[in-house]
């Protein structure tokens, strides 16, 4: 099973730090794709480099989004709310 773990509020312009989890693999995943499908609102988000595993997520504009991250064939996504001050 894959998993995205982190917050489900992002702020603006404050790392919002999540990370992908596959339970029954013991290393850490290194081949990971992250995406946003912005629903109501807006974020970006930028993978680590030396941490494929890890990303920042950064809310844009008020609203929802989908987080997305693939590993291989396995998709996880993740309803995040961004909020701007």
């Known amino acids: ?19 992908v989890t596959i339970k029954g693999i013991p ?4 081949n990971v794709g992250w995406w946003v499908e912005n629903i109501s609102g807006l974020a970006k ?4 480099a030396t941490e494929p595993a890890k990303a920042t997520v950064t809310g844009l504009k008020a609203g929802l989004v989908r987080l997305n ?5 396995r998709t996880a996504e ?3 709310r961004a ?3």
Do not use: R, S
Not at 69 to 73: D, E, N, Q
């Open 1 to 19: 099973m894959i998993a995205i773990e982190g917050p489900n509020e992002v702020y603006e312009l404050k790392k919002n730090e999540v990370e």
């Open 27 to 30: 290393d850490t995943p290194n």
């Open 45 to 48: 988000v930028d993978q680590h």
């Open 69 to 73: 991250a693939v590993v291989g064939t």
């Open 78 to 80: 993740k309803i995040i």
């Open 83 to 85: 909020i701007v001050h």
